[in-house]
RNA sequence: GCGCCCUUAGCUCAACUGGAUAGAGCAUCAGACUUCGGAUCUGAGGGUUGGGGGUUCGACUCCCUCAGGGCGCACCA
Protein backbone atom coordinates (compact mmCIF):
# COMPACT_ATOMS: atom_id res chain seq x y z
CA UNK A 1 0.00 0.00 0.00
CA UNK A 2 2.70 2.49 0.75
CA UNK A 3 4.55 1.52 -2.17
CA UNK A 4 1.34 1.94 -3.90
CA UNK A 5 0.52 5.24 -2.74
CA UNK A 6 4.80 6.34 -3.32
CA UNK A 7 4.16 5.35 -7.33
CA UNK A 8 1.31 7.38 -7.25
CA UNK A 9 2.11 10.49 -5.79
CA UNK A 10 5.83 10.16 -7.95
CA UNK A 11 3.38 10.63 -10.92
CA UNK A 12 1.85 13.12 -9.80
CA UNK A 13 5.20 15.11 -8.85
CA UNK A 14 6.10 14.41 -12.46
CA UNK A 15 2.83 15.16 -14.57
CA UNK A 16 3.42 18.50 -12.77
CA UNK A 17 7.20 18.91 -14.22
CA UNK A 18 9.04 18.47 -10.82
CA UNK A 19 12.01 16.13 -11.92
CA UNK A 20 13.82 17.29 -8.38
CA UNK A 21 12.54 14.73 -6.00
CA UNK A 22 13.39 14.40 -2.35
CA UNK A 23 12.72 11.31 -0.58
CA UNK A 24 8.79 10.33 -0.09
CA UNK A 25 7.93 9.40 3.15
CA UNK A 26 5.09 7.82 4.16
CA UNK A 27 3.78 7.43 7.63
CA UNK A 28 0.64 6.42 9.72
CA UNK A 29 -0.53 9.64 11.86
CA UNK A 30 -0.43 9.06 15.51
CA UNK A 31 -3.56 10.67 15.52
CA UNK A 32 -6.78 8.41 13.89
CA UNK A 33 -8.33 11.25 12.00
CA UNK A 34 -5.16 12.16 10.29
CA UNK A 35 -5.73 9.08 8.06
CA UNK A 36 -4.25 5.90 7.60
CA UNK A 37 -1.25 7.09 6.02
CA UNK A 38 0.52 10.66 5.76
CA UNK A 39 2.98 12.01 3.75
CA UNK A 40 4.85 15.28 4.42
CA UNK A 41 5.88 15.75 0.99
CA UNK A 42 4.93 19.16 0.29
CA UNK A 43 6.37 20.94 3.31
CA UNK A 44 9.42 19.45 2.15
CA UNK A 45 9.37 20.50 -1.26
CA UNK A 46 7.63 24.33 -0.12
CA UNK A 47 10.68 26.31 -0.14
CA UNK A 48 12.71 25.05 -3.08
CA UNK A 49 9.65 26.06 -4.73
CA UNK A 50 8.73 28.92 -3.40
CA UNK A 51 5.54 28.22 -2.70
CA UNK A 52 3.17 27.76 0.57
CA UNK A 53 3.21 24.20 1.30
CA UNK A 54 -0.42 23.68 1.17
CA UNK A 55 -0.43 24.72 -2.18
CA UNK A 56 2.35 22.55 -3.31
CA UNK A 57 -0.14 19.89 -1.50
CA UNK A 58 -3.25 21.24 -3.35
CA UNK A 59 -1.28 20.95 -6.74
CA UNK A 60 -0.10 17.48 -6.00
CA UNK A 61 -3.67 16.60 -4.98
CA UNK A 62 -5.21 17.62 -7.75
CA UNK A 63 -2.84 15.64 -10.40
CA UNK A 64 -3.27 12.01 -8.17
CA UNK A 65 -4.96 9.61 -9.80
CA UNK A 66 -5.77 6.88 -7.16
CA UNK A 67 -7.67 3.76 -7.06
CA UNK A 68 -10.88 4.38 -5.53
CA UNK A 69 -11.63 1.05 -4.47
CA UNK A 70 -8.42 1.21 -1.82
CA UNK A 71 -8.29 5.19 -1.02
CA UNK A 72 -11.49 6.86 -0.14
CA UNK A 73 -10.22 10.72 0.79
CA UNK A 74 -7.69 12.43 0.27
CA UNK A 75 -7.10 15.51 2.72
CA UNK A 76 -4.69 18.61 3.06
CA UNK A 77 -4.10 19.02 6.46
CA UNK A 78 -2.46 21.12 9.19
CA UNK A 79 0.77 23.11 7.72
CA UNK A 80 0.82 20.86 4.55
CA UNK A 81 -0.05 16.99 5.42
CA UNK A 82 -1.56 15.17 2.56
CA UNK A 83 -3.75 12.57 4.50
CA UNK A 84 -5.06 9.42 2.62
CA UNK A 85 -7.89 7.18 3.94
CA UNK A 86 -8.59 3.98 3.12
CA UNK A 87 -11.82 2.72 2.40
CA UNK A 88 -13.42 -0.05 4.75
CA UNK A 89 -12.76 -2.20 2.08
CA UNK A 90 -8.99 -2.69 2.06
CA UNK A 91 -9.38 -3.13 6.06
CA UNK A 92 -11.77 -5.92 5.10
CA UNK A 93 -9.50 -7.43 2.71
CA UNK A 94 -6.83 -7.30 4.86
CA UNK A 95 -8.84 -9.17 7.66
CA UNK A 96 -8.88 -12.11 4.70
CA UNK A 97 -4.86 -12.08 4.22
CA UNK A 98 -4.77 -12.29 8.24
CA UNK A 99 -6.95 -15.15 8.43
CA UNK A 100 -5.62 -17.29 5.16
CA UNK A 101 -1.89 -16.49 6.18
CA UNK A 102 -2.76 -17.42 10.00
CA UNK A 103 0.46 -18.51 12.34
CA UNK A 104 2.76 -16.77 9.05
CA UNK A 105 0.64 -13.76 8.91
CA UNK A 106 4.25 -10.91 10.05
CA UNK A 107 6.67 -13.28 8.19
CA UNK A 108 8.70 -11.57 6.56
CA UNK A 109 11.86 -12.14 4.42
CA UNK A 110 14.02 -9.59 5.87
CA UNK A 111 17.09 -11.78 6.16
CA UNK A 112 17.07 -13.61 2.91
CA UNK A 113 18.35 -16.76 5.57
CA UNK A 114 21.12 -14.76 6.41
CA UNK A 115 23.53 -16.47 8.81
CA UNK A 116 23.27 -14.85 11.97
CA UNK A 117 24.41 -15.61 15.42
CA UNK A 118 23.19 -13.93 18.63
CA UNK A 119 25.60 -14.17 21.32
CA UNK A 120 23.92 -13.43 24.72
CA UNK A 121 24.07 -13.64 28.54
CA UNK A 122 27.82 -15.63 28.39
CA UNK A 123 28.07 -15.16 32.05
CA UNK A 124 30.76 -17.21 33.36
CA UNK A 125 29.65 -20.33 35.78
CA UNK A 126 30.38 -18.74 39.26
CA UNK A 127 27.07 -18.73 40.24
CA UNK A 128 23.14 -18.43 39.39
CA UNK A 129 21.93 -16.09 37.21
CA UNK A 130 20.34 -13.23 38.38
CA UNK A 131 17.76 -10.49 37.92
CA UNK A 132 20.31 -8.36 36.19
CA UNK A 133 21.63 -11.08 33.92
CA UNK A 134 17.80 -11.56 33.44
CA UNK A 135 17.09 -8.49 31.06
CA UNK A 136 20.08 -9.61 28.59
CA UNK A 137 18.70 -13.09 28.42
CA UNK A 138 15.54 -12.19 27.35
CA UNK A 139 15.94 -9.62 25.30
CA UNK A 140 18.92 -11.77 23.03
CA UNK A 141 16.71 -14.46 22.80
CA UNK A 142 13.56 -11.99 21.75
CA UNK A 143 15.84 -10.82 19.37
CA UNK A 144 16.72 -14.35 18.19
CA UNK A 145 13.04 -14.72 17.60
CA UNK A 146 12.27 -11.80 15.94
CA UNK A 147 15.52 -12.73 13.44
CA UNK A 148 13.68 -16.13 12.73
CA UNK A 149 10.46 -14.41 12.44
CA UNK A 150 12.05 -11.94 9.54
CA UNK A 151 13.79 -15.34 7.76
CA UNK A 152 17.06 -15.56 9.27
CA UNK A 153 18.94 -18.02 9.64
CA UNK A 154 20.01 -17.50 13.61
CA UNK A 155 22.25 -20.00 16.02
CA UNK A 156 21.65 -18.70 19.62
CA UNK A 157 25.53 -18.77 21.52
CA UNK A 158 26.44 -18.69 25.01
CA UNK A 159 30.76 -18.30 25.48
CA UNK A 160 31.79 -18.60 28.95
CA UNK A 161 34.99 -18.80 30.30
CA UNK A 162 35.93 -21.67 32.55
CA UNK A 163 39.72 -21.20 33.10
CA UNK A 164 40.03 -17.44 34.93
CA UNK A 165 41.22 -16.41 38.09
CA UNK A 166 37.24 -16.05 39.20
CA UNK A 167 37.05 -20.09 38.26
CA UNK A 168 39.86 -20.57 40.65
CA UNK A 169 38.43 -19.10 43.31
CA UNK A 170 35.03 -19.92 43.18
CA UNK A 171 36.76 -23.76 43.29
CA UNK A 172 38.64 -22.62 46.46
CA UNK A 173 35.06 -20.96 47.81
CA UNK A 174 33.68 -24.74 47.35
CA UNK A 175 36.73 -26.55 48.58
CA UNK A 176 36.72 -24.66 52.01
CA UNK A 177 33.05 -24.97 52.45
CA UNK A 178 33.66 -28.72 52.19
CA UNK A 179 36.25 -28.81 54.39
CA UNK A 180 33.91 -27.04 56.80
CA UNK A 181 31.29 -30.07 56.40
CA UNK A 182 33.63 -32.01 57.43
CA UNK A 183 34.47 -30.22 60.84
CA UNK A 184 37.75 -28.56 59.92
CA UNK A 185 38.40 -24.49 60.86
CA UNK A 186 38.22 -22.42 58.14
CA UNK A 187 38.96 -19.31 57.42
CA UNK A 188 37.09 -17.84 54.95
CA UNK A 189 38.19 -15.00 52.71
CA UNK A 190 36.55 -11.82 51.94
CA UNK A 191 37.06 -12.25 48.27
CA UNK A 192 35.51 -15.96 48.20
CA UNK A 193 32.08 -16.24 46.84
CA UNK A 194 29.94 -15.73 49.81
CA UNK A 195 26.66 -17.43 48.50
CA UNK A 196 24.71 -20.25 50.39
CA UNK A 197 24.91 -22.03 46.79
CA UNK A 198 28.35 -22.68 47.36
CA UNK A 199 27.59 -24.47 50.47
CA UNK A 200 25.19 -26.49 49.05
CA UNK A 201 27.90 -28.02 46.12
CA UNK A 202 29.94 -28.66 48.97
CA UNK A 203 27.63 -30.58 50.81
CA UNK A 204 26.33 -32.44 47.58
CA UNK A 205 30.00 -33.54 47.20
CA UNK A 206 30.57 -34.56 50.93
CA UNK A 207 27.38 -36.56 49.97
CA UNK A 208 29.10 -38.33 47.16
CA UNK A 209 32.62 -38.57 47.92
CA UNK A 210 32.46 -38.40 51.70
CA UNK A 211 35.67 -37.41 53.26
CA UNK A 212 37.86 -38.50 50.58
CA UNK A 213 38.25 -35.82 48.90
CA UNK A 214 39.87 -33.72 51.91
CA UNK A 215 43.53 -33.22 50.27
CA UNK A 216 42.11 -32.30 46.97
CA UNK A 217 43.23 -28.91 45.21
CA UNK A 218 40.82 -26.56 44.56
CA UNK A 219 41.36 -26.71 41.12
CA UNK A 220 40.40 -29.92 40.48
CA UNK A 221 36.85 -31.80 41.18
CA UNK A 222 36.26 -28.83 42.95
CA UNK A 223 36.06 -26.10 40.42
CA UNK A 224 35.00 -28.76 37.85
CA UNK A 225 32.25 -30.19 40.34
CA UNK A 226 30.73 -26.06 41.18
CA UNK A 227 30.90 -24.88 37.27
CA UNK A 228 28.68 -28.17 36.68
CA UNK A 229 26.08 -27.51 38.76
CA UNK A 230 26.29 -24.23 37.84
CA UNK A 231 25.65 -24.32 34.68
CA UNK A 232 23.01 -27.09 35.04
CA UNK A 233 21.50 -24.71 37.02
CA UNK A 234 21.88 -22.06 34.89
CA UNK A 235 20.25 -23.89 31.47
CA UNK A 236 17.57 -24.75 33.80
CA UNK A 237 16.78 -21.32 34.47
CA UNK A 238 16.89 -20.09 31.29
CA UNK A 239 14.68 -22.94 29.88
CA UNK A 240 12.20 -21.56 32.55
CA UNK A 241 12.27 -18.84 30.52
CA UNK A 242 12.16 -20.32 27.34
CA UNK A 243 15.58 -19.75 26.29
CA UNK A 244 17.73 -22.56 24.93
CA UNK A 245 21.03 -21.87 23.47
CA UNK A 246 22.32 -24.19 20.64
CA UNK A 247 26.03 -23.87 21.20
CA UNK A 248 28.15 -23.07 24.56
CA UNK A 249 31.44 -22.20 23.31
CA UNK A 250 34.61 -22.76 25.91
CA UNK A 251 36.48 -19.54 25.59
CA UNK A 252 39.39 -22.06 26.50
CA UNK A 253 39.57 -24.23 23.52
CA UNK A 254 40.83 -20.82 21.76
CA UNK A 255 43.99 -21.31 23.43
CA UNK A 256 43.74 -25.08 23.19
CA UNK A 257 43.92 -24.37 19.17
CA UNK A 258 46.10 -21.92 19.47
CA UNK A 259 43.93 -19.19 17.88
CA UNK A 260 44.80 -17.11 20.67
CA UNK A 261 48.64 -17.23 19.48
CA UNK A 262 47.74 -17.08 15.97
CA UNK A 263 46.04 -13.34 16.83
CA UNK A 264 48.97 -12.23 18.08
CA UNK A 265 51.38 -13.27 15.58
CA UNK A 266 49.19 -11.86 12.40
CA UNK A 267 49.20 -8.53 14.84
CA UNK A 268 52.67 -8.74 14.94
CA UNK A 269 53.06 -9.67 10.85
CA UNK A 270 51.07 -6.31 10.24
CA UNK A 271 53.28 -4.13 12.87
CA UNK A 272 49.90 -3.94 15.39
CA UNK A 273 51.37 -5.48 18.03
CA UNK A 274 54.29 -5.10 20.38
CA UNK A 275 56.55 -5.67 23.37
CA UNK A 276 56.83 -3.04 25.85
CA UNK A 277 57.57 -3.40 29.43
CA UNK A 278 57.45 -7.12 28.93
CA UNK A 279 53.71 -6.85 27.68
CA UNK A 280 52.49 -7.07 24.74
CA UNK A 281 50.75 -4.32 22.96
CA UNK A 282 48.24 -3.69 20.63
CA UNK A 283 48.74 -0.80 18.14
CA UNK A 284 44.98 0.21 18.45
CA UNK A 285 45.69 4.28 18.55
CA UNK A 286 46.92 3.84 14.63
CA UNK A 287 43.18 2.29 14.41
CA UNK A 288 41.60 5.64 15.38
CA UNK A 289 41.11 4.53 19.18
CA UNK A 290 42.92 6.77 22.05
CA UNK A 291 45.88 4.82 23.43
CA UNK A 292 47.29 1.40 22.87
CA UNK A 293 45.97 -1.48 24.74
CA UNK A 294 47.54 -4.39 26.16
CA UNK A 295 46.55 -7.65 25.30
CA UNK A 296 49.33 -10.14 26.86
CA UNK A 297 50.30 -9.25 30.32
CA UNK A 298 53.89 -9.23 31.22
CA UNK A 299 52.94 -12.44 33.28
CA UNK A 300 52.22 -14.21 29.84
CA UNK A 301 49.00 -14.33 30.32
CA UNK A 302 46.61 -13.04 27.62
CA UNK A 303 43.90 -9.88 28.80
CA UNK A 304 40.01 -10.17 27.81
CA UNK A 305 40.97 -8.59 24.72
CA UNK A 306 42.90 -11.15 22.54
CA UNK A 307 40.61 -14.07 22.93
CA UNK A 308 37.36 -12.14 22.63
CA UNK A 309 38.96 -11.20 19.13
CA UNK A 310 39.85 -14.59 18.77
CA UNK A 311 36.41 -15.42 19.35
CA UNK A 312 35.11 -13.41 17.07
CA UNK A 313 37.14 -14.43 14.33
CA UNK A 314 36.09 -17.97 14.84
CA UNK A 315 32.55 -16.17 14.24
CA UNK A 316 33.45 -15.07 10.86
CA UNK A 317 35.49 -17.93 10.01
CA UNK A 318 31.96 -20.57 11.01
CA UNK A 319 30.45 -18.56 8.24
CA UNK A 320 28.30 -15.94 10.06
CA UNK A 321 27.30 -13.01 8.05
CA UNK A 322 25.42 -11.03 10.57
CA UNK A 323 26.99 -11.05 14.64
CA UNK A 324 24.73 -9.79 17.59
CA UNK A 325 26.44 -9.08 20.81
CA UNK A 326 23.98 -8.42 23.41
CA UNK A 327 25.94 -6.78 26.57
CA UNK A 328 25.38 -4.69 29.76
CA UNK A 329 26.10 -1.80 29.81
CA UNK A 330 29.61 -2.16 31.90
CA UNK A 331 30.76 -3.68 28.71
CA UNK A 332 30.31 -0.38 25.99
CA UNK A 333 33.89 0.19 26.34
CA UNK A 334 35.47 -2.74 25.42
CA UNK A 335 34.02 -3.20 22.04
CA UNK A 336 35.54 -0.92 20.29
CA UNK A 337 39.40 -2.75 20.98
CA UNK A 338 37.28 -5.92 19.49
CA UNK A 339 36.06 -4.79 16.79
CA UNK A 340 39.48 -2.56 15.74
CA UNK A 341 41.23 -5.80 16.29
CA UNK A 342 39.09 -7.55 13.90
CA UNK A 343 39.00 -4.61 11.53
CA UNK A 344 43.07 -5.21 11.90
CA UNK A 345 42.61 -8.81 10.39
CA UNK A 346 40.99 -7.59 7.65
CA UNK A 347 37.25 -8.46 8.74
CA UNK A 348 34.49 -6.19 8.20
CA UNK A 349 33.29 -5.11 11.81
CA UNK A 350 30.06 -3.73 10.19
CA UNK A 351 28.73 -7.32 10.55
CA UNK A 352 29.13 -7.53 14.19
CA UNK A 353 25.95 -5.53 15.84
CA UNK A 354 26.70 -4.71 19.31
CA UNK A 355 23.36 -4.24 21.32
CA UNK A 356 24.22 -2.50 25.22
CA UNK A 357 21.21 -3.20 27.57
CA UNK A 358 21.37 -0.82 30.38
CA UNK A 359 21.32 -2.00 33.72
CA UNK A 360 18.43 -3.14 36.18
CA UNK A 361 18.31 -1.32 39.38
CA UNK A 362 17.30 -3.38 41.98
CA UNK A 363 15.36 -1.77 44.62
CA UNK A 364 14.43 -3.20 47.90
CA UNK A 365 13.08 -1.82 50.88
CA UNK A 366 13.27 1.76 49.23
CA UNK A 367 16.83 1.26 48.80
CA UNK A 368 19.50 0.28 45.44
CA UNK A 369 20.86 -2.96 46.18
CA UNK A 370 24.32 -3.44 44.46
CA UNK A 371 24.46 -7.07 42.81
CA UNK A 372 27.10 -8.68 43.59
CA UNK A 373 27.73 -12.35 43.04
CA UNK A 374 30.72 -12.32 44.91
CA UNK A 375 29.29 -10.78 47.73
CA UNK A 376 26.28 -12.81 47.64
CA UNK A 377 23.62 -10.29 47.75
CA UNK A 378 21.52 -10.47 44.96
CA UNK A 379 17.99 -12.07 43.67
CA UNK A 380 18.44 -14.94 41.56
CA UNK A 381 16.06 -14.93 38.54
CA UNK A 382 15.17 -18.19 39.97
CA UNK A 383 13.43 -16.49 42.95
CA UNK A 384 11.69 -14.14 40.31
CA UNK A 385 10.44 -16.39 38.32
CA UNK A 386 9.08 -18.33 41.63
CA UNK A 387 7.50 -14.99 42.48
CA UNK A 388 5.71 -13.99 39.73
CA UNK A 389 6.13 -15.96 36.72
CA UNK A 390 7.83 -16.55 33.37
CA UNK A 391 5.49 -15.06 31.14
CA UNK A 392 5.15 -12.01 33.41
CA UNK A 393 9.33 -11.83 33.81
CA UNK A 394 9.71 -11.66 29.94
CA UNK A 395 7.20 -9.40 29.72
CA UNK A 396 8.66 -6.57 31.95
CA UNK A 397 11.80 -7.24 30.85
CA UNK A 398 10.51 -6.49 27.16
CA UNK A 399 8.12 -4.13 27.46
CA UNK A 400 10.33 -1.18 27.97
CA UNK A 401 13.69 0.08 25.90
CA UNK A 402 17.21 -1.67 26.15
CA UNK A 403 18.48 2.35 26.46
CA UNK A 404 16.59 3.26 29.83
CA UNK A 405 17.70 1.99 32.84
CA UNK A 406 15.10 0.54 34.66
CA UNK A 407 13.73 -0.25 38.18
CA UNK A 408 12.61 -2.94 38.94
CA UNK A 409 11.42 -3.49 43.21
CA UNK A 410 10.86 -7.03 43.73
CA UNK A 411 8.31 -5.81 46.28
CA UNK A 412 6.29 -4.70 43.85
CA UNK A 413 6.69 -7.21 41.28
CA UNK A 414 5.55 -9.65 43.58
CA UNK A 415 2.37 -7.16 44.67
CA UNK A 416 1.57 -6.43 41.28
CA UNK A 417 1.96 -9.58 39.32
CA UNK A 418 -1.69 -9.90 39.42
CA UNK A 419 -2.53 -6.52 37.70
CA UNK A 420 0.51 -7.07 35.63
CA UNK A 421 0.33 -5.66 31.87
CA UNK A 422 0.84 -9.13 30.39
CA UNK A 423 -2.25 -10.36 31.71
CA UNK A 424 -3.94 -7.59 29.69
CA UNK A 425 -2.77 -9.23 26.40
CA UNK A 426 -3.43 -12.92 27.25
CA UNK A 427 -6.80 -12.05 28.93
CA UNK A 428 -7.59 -10.99 25.28
CA UNK A 429 -6.60 -13.97 23.71
CA UNK A 430 -7.76 -16.25 26.94
CA UNK A 431 -11.33 -14.12 26.17
CA UNK A 432 -11.16 -14.96 22.16
CA UNK A 433 -10.62 -18.32 22.53
CA UNK A 434 -13.16 -18.57 25.26
CA UNK A 435 -15.73 -16.76 22.64
CA UNK A 436 -14.91 -19.25 20.24
CA UNK A 437 -16.11 -22.03 22.94
CA UNK A 438 -19.00 -20.40 23.04
CA UNK A 439 -19.70 -20.13 19.84
CA UNK A 440 -18.99 -23.94 18.93
CA UNK A 441 -21.42 -25.00 21.67
CA UNK A 442 -24.14 -23.77 19.84
CA UNK A 443 -23.11 -25.81 16.77
CA UNK A 444 -21.94 -23.04 14.84
CA UNK A 445 -17.95 -24.09 13.15
CA UNK A 446 -16.20 -21.46 13.56
CA UNK A 447 -13.77 -23.02 10.33
CA UNK A 448 -17.21 -22.75 8.25
CA UNK A 449 -18.25 -19.86 10.11
CA UNK A 450 -15.14 -17.91 8.86
CA UNK A 451 -16.19 -17.53 5.57
CA UNK A 452 -14.68 -13.88 4.58
CA UNK A 453 -16.61 -13.35 1.41
CA UNK A 454 -19.12 -12.16 4.24
CA UNK A 455 -18.62 -8.10 5.13
CA UNK A 456 -17.18 -7.94 8.13
CA UNK A 457 -18.98 -4.29 8.97
CA UNK A 458 -22.91 -4.45 9.20
CA UNK A 459 -24.32 -2.07 6.89
CA UNK A 460 -25.32 0.79 8.33
CA UNK A 461 -29.31 1.02 10.26
CA UNK A 462 -30.91 4.64 10.45
CA UNK A 463 -28.90 6.45 13.54
CA UNK A 464 -26.05 6.39 15.18
CA UNK A 465 -25.84 2.79 16.71
CA UNK A 466 -25.04 1.50 13.63
CA UNK A 467 -22.07 3.75 13.08
CA UNK A 468 -20.66 2.80 16.91
CA UNK A 469 -20.45 -0.83 15.66
CA UNK A 470 -18.55 0.33 12.70
CA UNK A 471 -15.94 2.40 14.44
CA UNK A 472 -14.34 -0.26 17.06
CA UNK A 473 -14.73 -3.28 14.50
CA UNK A 474 -12.83 -0.95 11.99
CA UNK A 475 -10.27 0.32 14.68
CA UNK A 476 -9.31 -3.33 15.49
CA UNK A 477 -9.25 -4.42 11.99
CA UNK A 478 -6.58 -1.24 11.44
CA UNK A 479 -4.36 -2.34 14.14
CA UNK A 480 -4.29 -5.57 13.00
CA UNK A 481 -3.15 -4.78 9.40
CA UNK A 482 -0.46 -2.89 10.80
CA UNK A 483 1.46 -5.98 12.71
CA UNK A 484 3.76 -6.63 9.71
CA UNK A 485 5.10 -3.42 9.64
CA UNK A 486 5.31 -3.23 13.08
CA UNK A 487 7.80 -6.69 13.03
CA UNK A 488 9.79 -5.02 10.19
CA UNK A 489 10.61 -1.85 12.77
CA UNK A 490 11.32 -3.93 15.56
CA UNK A 491 13.54 -6.35 13.74
CA UNK A 492 15.20 -3.78 12.14
CA UNK A 493 15.73 -1.34 15.01
CA UNK A 494 16.20 -4.51 17.60
CA UNK A 495 13.50 -3.12 19.75
CA UNK A 496 11.34 -5.62 20.82
CA UNK A 497 9.57 -3.17 22.74
CA UNK A 498 7.34 -1.95 20.00
CA UNK A 499 5.76 -5.11 19.48
CA UNK A 500 5.10 -5.24 23.32
CA UNK A 501 3.35 -2.15 22.95
CA UNK A 502 1.92 -2.57 19.81
CA UNK A 503 0.05 -5.95 20.91
CA UNK A 504 -0.96 -3.70 24.01
CA UNK A 505 -2.87 -1.64 21.67
CA UNK A 506 -4.36 -4.55 19.78
CA UNK A 507 -5.39 -6.47 22.93
CA UNK A 508 -7.39 -2.72 23.94
CA UNK A 509 -8.83 -2.20 20.96
CA UNK A 510 -9.98 -6.24 21.36
CA UNK A 511 -11.68 -4.79 24.70
CA UNK A 512 -13.26 -2.30 23.82
CA UNK A 513 -15.23 -3.72 20.47
CA UNK A 514 -16.15 -6.63 22.80
CA UNK A 515 -17.29 -4.66 25.31
CA UNK A 516 -19.61 -2.34 22.71
CA UNK A 517 -20.50 -5.51 20.68
CA UNK A 518 -21.77 -9.18 20.66
CA UNK A 519 -20.10 -11.40 18.96
CA UNK A 520 -22.51 -14.47 18.68
CA UNK A 521 -26.15 -13.61 18.09
CA UNK A 522 -29.05 -13.82 15.73
CA UNK A 523 -27.87 -12.44 13.06
CA UNK A 524 -26.21 -15.06 11.12
CA UNK A 525 -24.11 -12.99 8.95
CA UNK A 526 -22.76 -10.78 12.01
CA UNK A 527 -21.80 -13.52 13.64
CA UNK A 528 -19.60 -14.86 10.89
CA UNK A 529 -18.11 -12.00 10.27
CA UNK A 530 -17.45 -10.86 14.30
CA UNK A 531 -16.14 -14.37 14.35
CA UNK A 532 -13.63 -13.86 11.47
CA UNK A 533 -12.87 -10.82 13.10
CA UNK A 534 -11.71 -12.63 16.76
CA UNK A 535 -9.81 -15.10 14.87
CA UNK A 536 -8.15 -12.10 12.98
CA UNK A 537 -6.86 -11.08 16.44
CA UNK A 538 -6.31 -13.91 17.60
CA UNK A 539 -3.81 -14.95 15.15
CA UNK A 540 -1.96 -11.36 15.73
CA UNK A 541 -1.60 -11.78 19.35
CA UNK A 542 -0.42 -15.50 18.65
CA UNK A 543 2.33 -14.75 16.81
CA UNK A 544 3.23 -11.79 18.56
CA UNK A 545 3.34 -13.84 21.51
CA UNK A 546 5.25 -16.02 19.61
CA UNK A 547 8.01 -13.47 19.21
CA UNK A 548 8.02 -12.12 22.14
CA UNK A 549 8.50 -15.62 24.04
CA UNK A 550 5.66 -15.33 26.30
CA UNK A 551 2.16 -17.96 26.04
CA UNK A 552 -0.67 -17.78 24.48
CA UNK A 553 -3.48 -19.31 26.96
CA UNK A 554 -7.10 -20.67 26.19
CA UNK A 555 -8.39 -19.83 29.56
CA UNK A 556 -6.55 -18.56 32.77
C1' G B 1 39.09 14.76 34.27
C1' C B 2 37.32 11.75 29.72
C1' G B 3 33.65 8.42 27.09
C1' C B 4 28.70 5.97 26.63
C1' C B 5 23.59 5.91 28.53
C1' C B 6 19.69 8.41 31.05
C1' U B 7 16.35 12.75 33.08
C1' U B 8 8.90 13.15 30.11
C1' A B 9 2.15 13.07 34.82
C1' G B 10 2.66 11.43 42.15
C1' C B 11 5.40 6.37 40.59
C1' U B 12 7.23 2.95 36.36
C1' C B 13 7.81 3.90 31.33
C1' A B 14 6.17 5.13 25.67
C1' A B 15 6.17 8.57 21.69
C1' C B 16 6.76 4.89 14.71
C1' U B 17 13.90 7.85 14.75
C1' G B 18 12.30 15.70 12.85
C1' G B 19 5.73 15.96 12.27
C1' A B 20 -0.19 17.77 13.54
C1' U B 21 -3.48 17.99 20.15
C1' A B 22 3.34 14.44 24.26
C1' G B 23 0.53 8.90 25.42
C1' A B 24 -0.08 4.06 28.41
C1' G B 25 0.08 1.21 33.07
C1' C B 26 0.03 1.70 38.41
C1' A B 27 -2.00 4.90 42.17
C1' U B 28 -6.40 8.47 43.29
C1' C B 29 -11.60 9.80 42.42
C1' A B 30 -16.42 8.99 39.87
C1' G B 31 -19.19 5.55 36.82
C1' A B 32 -20.79 0.72 33.38
C1' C B 33 -23.71 -4.67 30.13
C1' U B 34 -29.80 -9.40 33.70
C1' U B 35 -27.05 -12.82 27.59
C1' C B 36 -20.18 -14.51 24.47
C1' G B 37 -14.86 -14.38 30.79
C1' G B 38 -15.52 -7.75 35.32
C1' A B 39 -7.88 -10.11 34.92
C1' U B 40 -12.82 -5.93 31.18
C1' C B 41 -14.95 -1.08 29.74
C1' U B 42 -16.19 4.62 30.26
C1' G B 43 -14.80 9.25 32.39
C1' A B 44 -11.93 12.87 35.63
C1' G B 45 -7.71 15.10 37.70
C1' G B 46 -2.46 15.15 36.89
C1' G B 47 2.96 18.23 32.04
C1' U B 48 6.96 24.96 30.83
C1' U B 49 9.32 16.94 28.24
C1' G B 50 15.71 18.68 34.26
C1' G B 51 17.34 24.42 33.25
C1' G B 52 19.11 27.81 29.40
C1' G B 53 20.50 28.89 24.35
C1' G B 54 20.60 27.40 19.02
C1' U B 55 19.26 24.88 14.10
C1' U B 56 13.83 25.23 10.81
C1' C B 57 7.92 25.51 8.11
C1' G B 58 7.93 22.23 12.84
C1' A B 59 12.11 19.86 18.40
C1' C B 60 10.72 15.04 23.70
C1' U B 61 13.72 13.84 19.29
C1' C B 62 19.38 17.15 16.20
C1' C B 63 23.68 20.81 18.03
C1' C B 64 25.95 23.76 22.24
C1' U B 65 25.91 24.61 27.50
C1' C B 66 24.72 23.88 32.74
C1' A B 67 22.70 20.61 36.66
C1' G B 68 21.52 15.62 38.49
C1' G B 69 21.82 10.04 38.14
C1' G B 70 23.80 5.12 36.07
C1' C B 71 27.95 2.48 33.78
C1' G B 72 32.78 2.42 32.23
C1' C B 73 37.80 4.61 31.60
C1' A B 74 43.56 -1.78 34.19
C1' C B 75 49.24 -5.72 32.55
C1' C B 76 40.23 -7.51 35.92
C1' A B 77 36.39 -10.09 32.58
Not at 10 to 27: H, M, N, R, W
Not at 169 to 186: H, P, Q, T
Amino acid sequence: MKQYLQDCVKASLTSLGLTQIPVLTFEKPRITGHGDLTTNIAMVMAKSLRMPARQVAQNIVDHLEIDSTLVDRIEIAGSGFINFHFTDEFYRKQLTEILQQGRDFGRLNLGNRKKTQVEFVSANPTGPLTVGHGRGAVYGDTIARLLEWTNYDVTREYYFNNAGRQMRILGDSVRLRYLELLGEKIDFPQEHYQGEYIKDIALHLKERYGHTLRDNPPEGIFKEYAEQEIFDDIKKTLLRLNIKHDVYYNENSLYESGKVNEVISELRKKGLAYDQDGAVWFKASSLGIEKDKVIMKSTGEPTYRLPDIAYHREKFRRGFELMIDVLGADHVATYPDVLAGLNALGYDPSCVKVLIHQFVTIVQDGEVVKMSTRKANFITLDELIDEVDADVVRYFFLMRSIGSHLNFDLKLAKEQSEANPVYYLQYAHARIASIIRHAESLGINPQVVGDLSLPVRRIPQSGTEGKLVEREELELMKMLANFPDVVESCATTYEPHRLAEYLHDVAGCFHKFYHVHRVVTDDQQLTAARIALCLGTKTVLANGFSILGISAPMKM
